[in-house]
């Protein structure tokens, strides 16, 4: 990774006041953001949203170097009709009972142009992000790695990515129909073995919504 980035980073960590603050802001494990801190690993694009949007510093600013670190505000009336603001939620939701979030806390909130969001038919009031837990899905997805989910895709649309509940505990994976009625839980990584939900036992998985969105668009 460039030095540059690191030292850049590092501003980041300073305007948090440590790296152990600016890791809770943005809920990046403490170790990988050490990585990005001495330079040892270079952060995805991702990743530099979520520390530039923690400490209020300009992502151009902090991928590039070029540009102002944090550029004279813009009209906030303006800012609010160009931009939805969806929440992304606690990354580790792993358990529990009743709504999908309960327990969860609103990390921050990613920004998208409501232009891109009616282009993919999209409702802002639908959707909400949360970050994978695990390496079930290298190489396509990684843990930590945010997606945004559409709550209102609750029925398997082909082969696709969702977001689901299998014994109180949330998934991202991809589902596929099977002759006979039952569901595929697939992982991408291999070494992760594939799980059918028979017909009989559907009630069992419950489908969050599907993922649209992981730091690049699925639909």
């Given amino acids: 990774m460039s030095d540059d980035l690191a030292a850049r980073i590092r501003q980041c960590a300073d305007l948090a006041g ?6 809770r802001l943005t809920a990046i494990p403490r170790r990988t953001l050490e990585y990005y801190l001495t330079g040892q690993s270079e952060p995805k694009v991702v990743r ?12 151009g600013w902090l991928a590039s170097g070029e540009g102002e670190m944090r ?18 939620y ?19 909130h990613l920004a998208f142009t409501r232009y891109s969001l009616r282009k993919k038919g999209l409702d802002p009031a639908n959707l909400s992000a949360v970050q994978i ?16 989910v559409d709550h209102s895709r609750g ?20 589902l596929q129909r099977q002759m006979g009625g039952g569901v595929a839980v697939i992982s991408a990584n291999p070494a992760y073995q594939t799980m059918m939900v028979a017909k009989e036992n559907l009630h069992e998985l419950q489908i969050i919504g599907r993922v649209v969105w992981a730091a690049g668009w699925m639909v």
């Avoid at 029925?155 to 991809?174: N, Q, S, T």
């Fill in 48 to 59: 530099c949203v979520e520390i530039a949007k923690a400490v209020g510093v300009d992502i």
């Fill in 133 to 148: 837990d695990g390496d079930s899905n290298e190489p396509l997805l990684s843990d930590g790695d945010t997606v945004m």
């Fill in 90 to 108: 606690d990354a580790r939701i792993s358990a529990g009972h009743g709504s999908w979030s309960t327990g969860a806390r609103i990390l921050t």
């Fill in 18 to 23: 440590s790296g152990d603050e600016l890791a």
């Fill in 155 to 174: 029925g398997v649309e082909g082969e696709a990515f969702y977001v689901i509940r299998l014994d109180d505990h949330l998934y991202a994976k991809r």
């Fill in 71 to 88: 550029p004279q505000l813009v009209d906030a009336t303006q800012d609010d009709d160009k931009y939805a603001y969806i929440p992304l």
